[in-house]
């Protein structure tokens, strides 16, 4: 694993990728990942919080 899954954990970027990607609501995040709408947003600020102190690309190039 690498990027955010390998540095965070999957569930960070799944959503993420549910929300960008894939263009669901949270809600539909949210009742995807099996988790509240108020922790899929908390899990989505978290993994965009990362995103935004690492950079995208020293995400992208990071390994698992």
Known sequence: KGGLAGL?????????????????SMQE???????????????HNYGIKTIDGMGIRALSEREG
Do not use: F, P
């Open 8 to 24: 965070k954990g999957e569930r960070y970027a799944d959503g993420l990728n549910l929300r960008y990607l894939q263009g669901m």
């Open 29 to 43: 995040v949210a009742d995807t990942l099996g988790y509240t709408r108020r922790w899929a947003i908390s899990l």
